[in-house]
């Protein structure tokens, strides 16, 4: 079985359908974004650069829960 990386991405019910997939397509525009900020060395990891990015999130003060 594969490595699954998910990120929380805040929509409700009362969306439709191509709000939920703008959404989805900024939260992949902003990953791929700060990939880009990364040493090349942990870029293709995406594992790593989940955790980076996590952790860059609640350093700035994002709560999640």
């Known amino acids: ?3 699954r ?3 929380f991405v805040r ?3 009362f969306q ?3 709000e939920r997939r ?3 397509e ?3 525009w902003h990953r791929a974004t700060f990939r ?4 090349e060395a942990v870029r293709h990891d995406l594992q790593t650069v989940s955790r980076v990015m996590m952790q ?3 350093d700035d003060g994002a709560v999640y829960g």
């Open 11 to 13: 929509y409700t019910k």
């Open 56 to 58: 860059a999130q609640f």
């Open 36 to 39: 880009n900020t990364l040493p």
């Open 16 to 18: 439709t359908v191509d």
């Open 1 to 3: 079985m594969g490595r």
């Open 26 to 28: 900024e939260s992949r």
């Open 5 to 7: 990386i998910v990120f």
């Open 22 to 24: 703008s959404i989805m």
